[in-house]
DNA sequence: GAAATCGGTTAAGAAAGTGTTAAGAATTAG
DNA sequence: CTAATTCTTAACACTTTCTTAACCGATTTC
């Protein structure tokens, strides 16, 4: 199910929120401060943030400017349409003022979880496995042990997986770590990460795409 | 610049919604009846919808079922909470009340041109739908499998829907892939594309246009 | 109605892209 | 500084795609 991160300190509103979304079947986290939600964000899959303004330490706005690619609403007492305006153009896709309608509430989660499904990103796919964080990929569980300029393309084609990434956008993407690979390295580097999967599985993980660019494989 | 269709037929409201979007530079469409924005909408690029609900022939709920893959934004004099529901989970992404102010109107409006760049955009024509993301075309949801230039003429043809594509302009359009692609070497990737649609359904896609060029079916 | 043009198909050769390998250059680590 | 690793270059065999050109029927023009 969708995983809902609420960032926010009051309490008995915290607790009305989450029990509307678990009603809903949304698995909550809770948070309670900026930077409470800003260390989750780190390392949980969030899928939509639920965001007070008024918050201890990191407030409201400090958050949106940082977070990236998950959508959030901001449910806030401020009314005014500065604050408001400043919410959406910063990064919020929507805004609710308190005391907000759970229906209302309910319908705008839907619709960004709606919009995001066609944005969503993770870092698996089939038996494959990319741990940023220990930098390693595995595949059955077992790590392959790739350089830098490899993981970099794995990465990348697993970011878009099911997407086609030209060559030309691939060599972009990874361009912060080489700097003259050129289409003919390019090829070298996908032989030879086909190489490392193929001593753990015969499954077929990366795809040509002829005269466009690589995918991974349906 | 991007393009908003307004959808209202109070001609105030309609003129101060078209002036602040042209202040922002904004591309206006007008239409002023729900059957008249899917007309619209059935021929012209159009990248969000402003849509009031209570319109004379079809009304705005029944267009927002209709419209798919472009963002709406709805503007009403309606605020019952089972109007702004409906209207969200139907396929609304934002619901605004009458009177709105123009600085939210303004930020509501990029939150969604924003969202909207990184979904994933599909072309459909009938039960064709070509998917930029995965560089691949489903009829039927059986996918084929086309060169580059067949993918580039068709894209093209499908963006072009119901209105003939001159040969010259083809080739002019998918020049950025093929060098020296002539009207002849045109007409044998259209039969070659002819042949690939008729190995899944005999339903004729590609029209010619006697001397002219190429269009979509009716 | 004959000649010219256009459209659809086919097949073959030309052109372009891919996968792999190996060697030398560049980079990194010890 | 040396050794190990990684990256790029280049060559090759191979596959796929593109263009060319020919043929034939349909359509238009004269």
Redesign the pocket.
């Known amino acids: 199910m969708k995983s809902i991160l609420i960032v926010e300190d009051d309490m008995y509103i915290h607790n009305l929120i989450k029990e509307i979304l678990e009603n809903e079947k949304y698995t909550v986290i809770d948070s309670y401060s900026g930077t409470e939600a800003l260390r989750v964000l780190d390392k949980e899959k969030v899928d939509l943030v639920l965001l007070d303004l008024m918050l201890p330490g990191l407030n409201g706005e400090e958050v949106i400017k940082r977070v990236k690619d998950i959508p959030i609403i901001v449910i806030s007492a401020k009314v005014s349409m500065d604050s408001k305006v400043q919410a959406l153009l910063n990064g919020a896709n929507d805004y609710l003022t308190k005391p907000f309608n759970k229906d209302e509430l309910l319908a705008r989660i839907k619709v960004q979880l709606r919009i995001s499904k066609n944005v969503n990103k993770k870092l698996e796919y089939k038996d494959m496995i990319l741990d940023e964080d220990k930098h390693t990929v595995y595949i059955k569980n077992k790590s392959i ?1 790739l ?4 993981y970099a393309i794995l990465k990348q084609l697993l970011l878009n997986a099911e997407q086609v990434v030209t ?1 030309s956008r691939l060599l972009e993407l990874i361009s912060d ?9 390019l ?6 990460i ?2 490392k999967i193929r001593n753990i599985t015969d499954e077929e993980y990366i795809e ?6 690589f995918k991974m494989c349906n």
Chains 1, 2 share one sequence.
Do not use: A
């Open positions: 042990s350089t830098k300029t490899e060559k770590y080489t700097l003259d690979c050129d289409e003919n390295s090829k070298v580097h996908i032989s030879n086909r190489r040509s795409v002829w005269g466009i660019g």
